[in-house]
């Protein structure tokens, strides 16, 4: 452990270090709050909940995001739910097993604090979603209705059909609008963050680029917190939004801020797959489907065959000859498995030759046995004594509609295949990334004064996320944890006055945002900045996807330094700066995804054991799982950087006091 | 089964706000079926790239229909000639080999074009920010189930909160009124018991703030819940039409 990582865990056993934490941390007074500036960049789950709590402490707001509005975030299509520790279905629950399950679920790659933290302060954000009027799905009595997600065998997962995100998003929205109403907060819509300012080693502002006029901006804030997301785009087909970029927290890392786990990345298994090369993303079909969706291959190689070349249909193979690969191998969680093991089983099964469709990289999920079931229960609910096979089957449609009815039709929208009458074909895709900013328990980076939330850190999930808890982290950090730990520093800022913009640390960061962005609008070269990213997607997938390789990671890294080179001699970026110039946009954070992918590939070079969503070939079990080493890789890897695309690694040893850790078994 | 396309398409270029803009067309060749609205438009954009042209800007980020962004008005239809279903959902089996294909941006004085085909719809969020929330400080909400609500009305309110706040709605409005859209926010929380506190200033100030920000007037066509992708019930209209009304008649909390 190097003394540049100090994770300030407080002391104590684990169930109380919050709320001793809380009860002790320094406050500050509501006249001081209003001369304290906070910036938040990024208005998803984090940043907008942040911002609707921080305002509403007294502290001036900033929030920047470069979509047009604070309500269209990523967050917003987050589908199928957000995990809480309520045990409202008396089936076992509790804060330890939420935290047993998240710690377990990232395959002991997190810290025991934080997420117990998350564990227990999880009950308090569905208190306060309902409160604010978000419309979660209910039962017949009134009450909220659960259901189950990967990775846990509880019933935890609180959902709104499968538009979760948007509605818990909408409701953070709602907030921070509320006080931008009020004027404790003001927005910048369809604003860039280029780069942080620091002075003297304390991060005081940010330079921003108003995306509508081309014009770049200077913003003081006593503290930043980055809000901004994953970088699941590096792969350039994800389920990420188009513009959902690691600029923000790339730029920070180039100024000084450690970039922790990169390689721990979240394949999720069930997603449409890929159609042609002119796809531009991928969509995911929510884990919740798993709920009610069996997911096969054929048994036998003659009838994938025959389904690839569409000579036969997937209902035409009997039940006998249908392989619930997932059933077999893990008996007690099913098709309920951790994403990781569903996606590494789903692509172990089709590089055996039992793929689906035409790409032979497709699986299907199968809601016929459910929607009998249901149909089943509704004739009884009915008092049909003996009801047509046909009547069973609209029945049981009606009750899958309701459940996941806009996923039905959005899969519909992009495939053309009805999925009431067909099973769906699915693939694993990249969803959602574990790494991010290193952060302490305070949610700061190792810069003081500049935070990261949400998923832009790494602290929660391990090397594995579970299903409804990035919902969970977001909303924990912004509404629950960043309230109280900002003072621990802010308390100590109160006499800093805020500092003009004229500042030359201000004027040297604006010079160098400029003489970047000159640079790139000088190269005039000849592709368009997607042939760029097109390639270092298929380079990261390839070599460092859902299984990885020393020979391979070595590849790539080299594969990657030469795009860069390339990239910055020929890229073609049409118009000008000054305008509205998505191109530009995109060109920029292009450039900073290739220098995130060569990390990614170095840090999993590093790492020679295999965890979570992290599997090398080199380290697995005689079955293929994955084969963890905890004497020589339990620990966090903080990345440094030095000029010139050079890493310095640092180690933060994680310890398990509270739970005993084991060979993670899904059996 | 997968088809190739060779289409024409019209569209509407506007360098910035003062610009007064105009159609220009373009010819597309090989345009497979399965790919998205957008999809054609990212080819046509490298196609205009490489060859030293200017891509169109519109707006797009999610492309799975919940972020709201995009924004297309295609042969004189928000969203396209699809019920229920946004610009970025819209795939292209659903035009014909040598079709004409026009699209314009949003047409709204609300809703002024920024460039090509993204307008400016921070209209809506001040909308929002004059009353399209429940005043609940943070940190000590009562317990969760300690709220009942009736599955209609949660199911009902649901459907009202599912709208995305693309403006198709006033896109489609001969009035360019913004009627569903604030009457879908109105009706979440006038449906629920954590809105009725603040329910008849809100439903007041929202439709003040609608007014205020030039939008016109509801005359009953229907056109936008037709043309709404997330097919957002005219019933929301009507209640927040009942309520409005009953705010203003009652003397008490105005």
């Not at chain 1, 789950?45 to 995001?65: D, I, N, Q, R, T």
Request: net charge neutral; with cysteine.
């Amino acid at each position: 452990m190097t003394s540049k990582l100090d994770s300030k865990i407080p002391e104590g056993n684990l169930e109380q270090k919050w709320t001793k934490y809380q009860s002790s941390v320094p406050l500050v007074n509501p006249s001081n709050k209003r001369s304290l500036e906070i910036l938040i960049i990024g208005s998803g789950l984090a940043g907008a909940s942040a911002a609707a709590s921080l305002s509403e402490l007294g502290y001036k707001v900033k929030v920047f995001c470069f979509q047009d509005s604070a309500r269209r975030a990523h967050s917003i299509a987050a589908q199928g739910g957000i995990n809480a520790a309520k045990n409202y279905q008396n089936d076992g629950d509790s804060t330890y097993r939420l935290f047993y399950d998240t710690i377990k679920g990232g395959d002991y790659r997190s810290r025991e604090a934080n997420v117990y933290r998350l564990a227990s302060v999880s009950s308090n954000i569905i208190d306060q979603c309902v409160a604010s009027g978000v419309p979660f799905a209910r039962e017949y009595g009134g009450l909220l209705s659960n259901r189950s997600f990967g990775g846990t065998q509880v019933q935890r997962t609180f959902y709104a059909a499968g538009q979760t995100g948007q509605q818990l998003l909408l409701g953070a929205y709602s907030g921070l609008q509320r006080q931008v109403g009020m004027g404790n907060v003001k927005m910048y819509a369809r604003h860039e963050m280029q780069d942080v300012v620091n002075i003297d080693g304390v991060c005081r502002g940010i330079i921003a680029r108003d995306l509508t006029t081309g014009k770049l901006e200077r913003h003081f804030g006593h503290a930043v917190l980055l809000c901004t997301g994953g970088y699941g785009n590096v792969f350039y087909l994800s389920t990420n939004a188009m513009g959902s970029n690691v600029t923000a927290a790339w730029k920070a890392h180039k100024k000084g801020a450690m970039f922790a786990n990169p390689c721990f990345t979240q394949i999720h298994p069930t997603c449409i797959p890929v159609s042609g090369d002119h796809q531009s993303k991928l969509t995911l079909m929510s884990e919740s489907l798993r709920n009610d969706g069996r997911i096969w291959v054929p048994m036998k190689k003659e009838d994938a065959l025959a389904l690839r070349e569409n000579r036969i249909k997937p209902n035409d193979i009997k039940e006998e000859d249908r392989d619930y690969y997932l059933e077999r191998r893990y008996p007690a969680f099913g098709n309920l498995v951790p994403r990781d093991v569903a996606s590494r089983a789903a692509k172990e099964r089709c590089d055996a030759g039992f793929g689906v469709n035409k790409t032979g990289e497709a699986v299907y999920l199968d809601f016929a046995f459910n929607t009998i079931r249901y149909g089943k229960m509704e004739a009884t609910k009915k008092n049909m004594h003996n009801p047509t096979d046909l009547q069973i089957v609209e029945m049981g449609r009606a009750v899958v509609k309701e459940k996941y009815g806009n996923l039905f039709d959005m899969y519909q929208q992009i495939t053309g295949v009805n999925p009431y009458e067909q099973p769906m074909m699915i693939y694993p895709a990249v969803h959602y990334t574990m790494g991010g900013l290193w952060v302490d328990y305070n949610l700061m980076t190792n810069i003081p004064g500049l935070y990261a939330l949400g998923e832009a850190n790494f602290s929660d999930h391990g090397a594995n996320r579970l299903g409804a808890s990035a919902l969970m982290q977001g909303l924990a950090d912004g509404y629950f944890v960043i309230p109280y730990t900002i003072g621990a520093y802010l308390s100590k800022e109160i006499m800093t006055k805020a500092i003009p913009t004229d500042h030359p640390a201000f004027e040297e960061a604006e010079n160098i945002v400029k003489a970047t962005i000159d640079e790139l609008m000088a190269i005039k070269g000849t592709k368009p900045v997607d042939h760029f990213h097109k390639r270092l997607g298929l380079i990261i997938w390839n070599q460092c996807g859902m299984a990885r390789n020393a020979e391979g990671l070595k590849k790539a890294i080299s594969d990657v330094q030469q795009l860069r080179a390339e990239f910055w001699s020929s890229v073609r970026i049409p118009g000008s700066a000054n305008e509205m110039n998505s191109e530009l946009e995109k060109a920029g954070r292009v450039a900073d995804f290739i220098e995130l992918g060569e990390l990614m590939c170095i840090d999993a070079l590093s790492r020679e054991e295999s965890c979570g969503g992290h599997f090398r070939e080199e380290h697995q079990t005689e079955e293929g799982e994955a084969l963890r080493n905890d004497v020589d890789y339990k620990y966090v890897a903080a990345w440094e950087y030095f000029a010139g695309n050079n890493w310095e690694l640092h180690k933060e040893e994680l310890i398990y006091e509270n739970i005993k850790i084991a060979q993670r078994s899904y059996k | 089964m997968e088809k190739n396309l060779n289409l024409n398409l019209k569209v509407w270029r506007q360098k910035n706000a003062e610009d007064k803009g105009g159609f220009q067309e373009y010819k597309l060749k090989d345009i497979s079926t399965d790919m998205s609205f957008l999809e054609m438009f990212d080819v046509l954009n490298e196609k205009l790239i490489v060859e030293g042209g200017d891509p169109i800007a519109f707006d797009h980020d999610c492309r799975e229909g919940i972020c709201g962004s995009c924004s297309m008005f295609i042969n004189g239809r928000p969203h396209g000639p699809k019920q229920g279903v946004t610009t970025c959902q819209l795939h292209m089996r659903s035009f014909n080999d040598g079709e004409t294909i026009v699209v314009e941006p949003w047409r709204a004085s609300a809703f002024p074009v920024i460039k090509d085909l993204v307008v400016n719809r921070s209209a809506f969020d001040r909308i929002i920010s004059a009353g399209g929330f429940v005043s609940v400080n943070i940190g000590n909400a009562q317990d969760a189930n300690s709220i009942l609500i009736p599955k209609v009305d949660a199911d009902e309110s649901f459907a009202a909160a599912a709208c995305i706040g693309c403006g198709a709605c006033v896109a489609a409005c001969k009035n360019a009124s913004a009627m569903l859209f604030v009457s879908a926010k109105v009706s979440q929380f006038a449906l629920l018991p954590q809105g009725q506190p603040e329910r008849k200033q809100r439903v007041l100030d929202m439709v003040a703030h609608m007014d205020e920000e030039g939008f016109g007037a509801c005359t009953n066509t229907g056109a936008c819940s037709a043309e709404c992708p997330k097919e957002i019930s005219l019933t929301h209209i009507a209640r927040m039409n009942r309520d409005y009304l009953t705010a203003e008649l009652s003397t008490e909390s105005k």
